[in-house]
């Protein structure tokens, strides 16, 4: 991926630096053998000088990298780098990217860094609430992307989930016409510079703060268990699935007890569980029956019987004697069933 040995490079470059500079940036940036890092105040207090004098003197070692002729002399390979920023992500790629592509180790990813700060054909946004460390190379590529980003956020409501092939599809269009320049994988990049935007484990996106993304426990694995699966499941079933699908070892009884507190969830058979989202009315077989008739006014036997059908499975005969409770529900002279007066 890079033609150069980052520890080599950045030890050429430290080598034009008084000593006490070279080691405050070894220090700052993870450069040692150990690839340790340290705070501006832990360095400071063992030189014992203050927080802010070391700032100072990593912005000195910094700047006299840049104006030293090693610089010079290393230069292409900066222009390599910008190259990179280019190929890989059109002008813009989140720093976690960057790294994770020419990467693989901690240490060495410490250097790359380092030469990342020190470069001056690339710039560098810091991360805020809306997007993570990002680098670029056009300031108005980076703004386009950021701006779709948002507006692809915006578009997104607060538990919905959507395919790749479809959060791909939205940002194109927000990216307009800047779009066709550029092929998936760049927009794949491009998207994991959002931090309101999130992929979750079964390779689906939404907000990034939705707990069907961001998964903190049995109820956020069982909801997505449930949801590819399409269907009621048993509550034995969605800890089964659970444990294929993430590797999480969910207990069963923990699982049907958190199916029962969680909203998402409504109880649609003997230990069957659907998704709300799926239009399930919560409640007992009576609820819904009061539910429906309400809504719809008398209806025959098997018109009840089909409604009741779509919205719990339970025998025909289940629903029939429910239907019998006299202060709730009574019989037509015509044989439909409606709501008691």
């Known amino acids: ?22 080691d405050v940036l070894e220090k700052r940036y993870g450069l040692g053998k150990k690839g340790d890092t340290f705070t501006l105040e832990a360095i400071g207090q063992s030189y014992g000088i203050t927080r802010e004098r070391v700032r100072q003197i990593e912005n000195y070692g910094i700047q006299s990298i840049q104006k030293s002729d ?27 990217v960057l790294l994770d592509e020419i990467a693989d180790k901690p240490l060495t990813r410490n250097h790359l860094y380092f030469l990342l700060i020190v470069g001056d054909s690339f710039y560098k946004n810091n991360e805020n609430p809306r997007y993570a460390h990002r680098w670029y190379t056009e300031s108005s ?8 980003l948002h507006k692809v956020h915006k578009g997104l409501d607060r538990d919905e989930l959507v395919s790749e092939e479809e959060i791909v599809k939205r940002f194109r269009v927000e990216l307009a016409d800047s779009a066709a ?37 049995i109820r956020d694995y ?11 499941m048993h509550f034995r079933e969605v800890a089964e699935t659970i444990n294929e699908l993430f590797d999480h070892k969910a207990h069963i009884a923990t699982t049907h007890n958190e199916l029962i507190k969680d909203a998402r969830f409504v109880l649609v058979g003997r230990g069957l569980y659907a998704l709300t989202e799926w239009g399930y009315t919560a409640g007992v077989v009576k609820d819904v029956l009061q539910e429906i008739l309400e809504k719809e006014g008398p209806l025959s036997r098997e018109e009840i019987i089909d409604r009741v059908r779509t919205e719990r499975y339970v025998k025909d005969n289940t629903i029939m004697v ?15 069933y409606t709501l008691a007066k």
């Open 222 to 232: 069982a909801y997505l268990a449930v949801k590819r699966h399409g269907s009621p």
């Open 141 to 148: 590529v980076a703004e386009a992307v950021e701006d779709a």
């Open 1 to 22: 991926m890079i033609s150069f040995k980052p520890q080599e490079v950045t030890k050429t470059l430290l080598g034009a630096l008084p000593d006490r500079a070279r």
């Open 70 to 96: 090693i610089y010079k002399d290393h230069y292409d390979l900066f222009l390599e780098l910008q190259k990179l920023i280019d190929q890989l992500g059109g002008g813009l790629i989140a720093e976690h």
């Open 181 to 217: 320049d550029h092929n998936e994988d760049v927009l794949k990049r491009w998207l994991s510079i959002s931090k309101q935007i999130g992929r979750n484990p079964l390779g689906d996106w939404g907000p990034a703060d939705s707990p069907n993304v961001r998964i903190k426990g």
């Open 322 to 336: 429910n239907l019998q409770d006299v202060n709730l529900f009574k019989k037509l002279s015509n044989g439909t």
